[in-house]
């Protein structure tokens, strides 16, 4: 009779217990439900942290969640912003391309044809060097490391990126000097994408000799500890060092042509290989762009 009364009571108590157990369960779960109708009613552009209210179990992954969104809000803001930096550029070249055909078109005589040809040329020239570099940032800034770091040959390097500007140093009777008193094996980094490193050199040494007068020396060092590029131009004004990496900035009162973006596309090469970006004006006049071995 005990037995059979114990059973009575646990089938009649066995629908109050499933009861509460559905409701703990319900009660419990419902924080997360509340999260998964947030994120379903929010649209592509809201990035905001969601709600960091439930249980201690799912805390690390809704902490996980609000620092992934808070990346992808910084990587949307960058991507803004160098999208507007990018439409503003391009429009100049653009608009004086668009002035210059207009004027050639009216124009008959020859001479004058030639010089608004020419102009169109140089604008031409100007939007697709741009352009190559709005490209080369936009496949550079969502690296995080090298995808395929490599021994570098710097003899090599440094001889093919000294090669790749010698018609434009001779153009401008610039001389070009390569030092290297620790030996070519001894050259930091060991290690990186020689295509990177080359394309920094290049846009070090075109930087240089742009702003070199005749007759003048650039030298390419590479030591133990990184490398450096020093023209014997007439250096940066000291009010206007901290702002040269900016991008698209441009030293006021400037005749050479350029984009603003030489030293950025640097840096962010120079960072992937851990090396960090040095400028100084030297006592003799030029500038040194040093890259050295980040601590």
Known sequence: NALLIQIILSLLALPLMLWLLVWAVRRGMQPLHQLADELHRRDADSLQAVSTDVPAEAAP??????????????????????????????RSPLAALKVQAEVLAM?????EQQHHLGNIHESI??????????????????MQA???????????SAHQALQSVNLQAREKRVQLKLECACGFGQ??????????????????????????PPNSHVTLTLAANGLSVCDEGPGIAAEHLPRIRERFYRLPGQSQQGSGLGLSIVERIADLHGLRLDLANTDEGGLCVHMIKAV
């Open 61 to 90: 992954m809704v902490n996980a969640l609000n620092q992934l969104l808070q990346r992808m809000q910084a990587a949307l803001a960058r991507e803004q912003r160098f999208t507007a930096d990018a439409a503003h550029e391009l």
């Open 107 to 111: 124009s008959s005589d020859e001479a």
């Open 125 to 142: 020239d100007r939007a697709n060097r741009l352009t190559e570099q709005l490209l080369t940032l936009a496949r550079l800034d969502p």
């Open 146 to 156: 090298l995808p395929d770091a490599q021994p570098i040959d710097w003899q090599r």
């Open 187 to 212: 050259v930091f980094p060991p290690l990186g994408n020689e295509v990177l490193l080359q394309l920094m050199l290049r846009n070090l040494l075109d930087n240089a000799i742009r702003y070199s």
